[in-house]
Antibody
């Protein structure tokens, strides 16, 4: 069955860095666009970043541009989010989500990994 | 990119129907038929319930339906059941960006 398993979250100080990973299985990873979506404690969902199926195109929400980098390794069926210059407002559960190619909805979701930015 | 506007909460009794609205702008909800809806239980990952405004994924009950008029999309749940109590989020795609609504807590009385 389809699985997206995030890892790499944790506690980090403001200004620090973290690299999140998302391991995919049960579907043709290379045929899916992928995204990271976050949810701050007690708040709603916020789209963070997107990468095309080949990895050639990415886009991010303005608040993380220049600080977060999304990437993927189709040979390893893995998605990544490199997060630098972290701020308290980046504290959230980070979900990876799969978008079937040529569609625009988040079809598959992982269970999320929590990130806490605090001194 | 501003969040889409949803009511913070709605409620209904078992067997009734409820509708959750999702208001955006002519640049997102009004511009594309790419509105999707997600159900989320506390502490769990969201689940896709409706995509492309009106389409239900395989396995989603036909009690869930979607529609759109102008800049406002809507999710209707008919024949409310206790297990429908959850948070619901709308989302709209626009030019490699996505925007979510603030979420609506559905209480089944």
């Amino acid at each position: 069955q389809v699985q997206l398993v995030e890892s790499g979250g944790g506690l980090v100080k403001p200004g620090g860095s973290l690299r999140l990973s998302c391991a995919a299985s049960g579907f043709t990873f290379s045929g899916y666009y992928m995204s990271w979506i976050r949810q701050a404690p007690g708040k709603g969902l916020e789209w963070v970043s997107y990468i095309s199926a080949s990895g050639s195109y990415t886009n991010s929400v303005d608040s993380v541009k220049g600080r977060f980098t999304i990437s993927r390794d189709n040979a390893k069926n893995s998605l990544y989010l490199q997060m630098n210059s972290l701020r308290a407002e980046d504290t959230a559960v980070y979900y990876c989500a799969g978008i079937m190619e040529s569609t625009t909805h988040f079809h598959y979701w992982g269970q999320g990994t929590p990130v806490t930015v605090s001194s | 990119q501003s969040a889409l506007t949803q009511p913070a909460s709605v409620s209904g009794s078992p067997g009734q129907s409820i509708t959750i609205s999702c208001t955006g702008t002519s640049s997102d909800v009004g511009a594309y038929d790419y509105v999707s809806w997600y159900q989320q239980y506390p502490g769990k990952a969201p689940k896709l319930m409706i995509y492309d405004v009106t389409t239900r994924p395989s396995g989603v009950s036909n009690r869930f339906s979607g529609s759109k008029s102008g800049n406002t999309a809507s999710l209707t749940i008919s024949g409310l059941q206790p297990e429908d109590e959850a948070d619901y989020y709308c989302s709209s795609y626009t030019s490699s960006n996505w925007v979510f609504g603030g979420g609506t807590k559905l209480t089944v009385l």
